[in-house]
């Protein structure tokens, strides 16, 4: 089992900035990848970014070059720097960890609004 606790989420204006952490706890060690989902009212819940045991990074295209993911291993927690933020970047954030290839874990989810 993995414990995951978001935090970060808030009202941004258009342009703007957030970042969310996500610390994990339990069994950390069968952790293979860490990274965020996202979900607007009305929409299903749609992949933004991973980070890998390596290090390897990938992203939704909607969020290339605006959003960076990172972690801290020693802390036990990834980060979702996001800049440039649009309306449509408005969603409940939900982080995740793939766990030895196959157990997914999900935390509380955190609300981003990005309006004027």
């Known amino acids: 089992q993995v414990q995951l606790v978001e935090s970060g989420g808030g009202l941004v204006q258009p342009g703007g900035s957030l970042r969310l952490s996500c610390a994990a706890s339990?069994?950390?060690?069968?952790?293979?990848?860490m990274g965020w989902y996202r979900q607007a009212p009305g929409n299903s819940r749609e992949l933004v970014a991973f980070?890998?045991?390596?290090?390897?990074?990938n992203y939704a295209n909607s969020v290339k070059g605006r959003f960076t993911i990172s972690r801290d291993d020693a802390k036990n927690t990834v980060y979702l720097q996001m800049n440039s933020l649009k309306p449509e970047d408005t969603a409940v954030y939900y982080c995740?960890?793939?766990?030895?290839?196959?157990?997914?874990?999900w935390g509380q989810g955190t609300q981003v609004t990005v309006s004027s």
């Open positions: 339990g069994s950390i060690f069968s952790i293979d990848r």
């Open positions: 980070i890998t045991n390596s290090g390897i990074t």
């Open positions: 995740y960890t793939l766990n030895n290839g196959q157990s997914r874990y």
